[in-house]
């Protein structure tokens, strides 16, 4: 049918959102130990088909920082249309004790720097 096939959205979404984990984890090394994010919710809205033979443009911003999570928002653009629309709630989260843990102020202030208008 020469589109893309849905779940791929999901792939190129996460990878956009490494600028906002490297807030967190410059390094991407995503130990266990270490690693303070998991993801609590994801949603997609499919509006229009994207095609193999094009280029695509995903835009991510910050749509919503609580005091233990906060929300990215995506977008995939191919020929100036918005054919997905998406966002994932990442949880602040302790993985040794199994607990979410709040924000640090400081990783707050850097991710409002990539907050939606």
């Not at 303070?36 to 919710?41: E, F, V, W």
């Not at 999570?69 to 709630?89: D, I, M, N, P």
Request: glycine share 4%; charged share 25%.
């Amino acid at each position: 049918m020469g589109h893309i096939n849905n779940t791929v959205i999901a792939a190129w979404f996460e990878f956009a959102r490494n600028p906002l984990i490297r807030i967190f984890d410059p390094g991407l090394e995503l130990k266990r130990e270490s690693f303070p994010l998991t993801i609590a919710h994801t949603d997609y809205d499919f509006l229009d088909q994207i095609y193999f033979q094009n280029d695509v443009e995903i835009r991510t911003w910050i749509k919503k920082i609580g005091n233990k999570s906060f929300t990215a928002y995506h977008e995939a653009w191919q020929k100036e249309r918005l054919c997905v629309r998406g966002s994932a709630v990442m949880v602040h989260f302790d993985f040794i004790s199994g607990k979410t843990t709040s924000i640090p102020e400081d990783r707050k202030k850097l991710l409002a720097e990539h907050m939606l208008n």
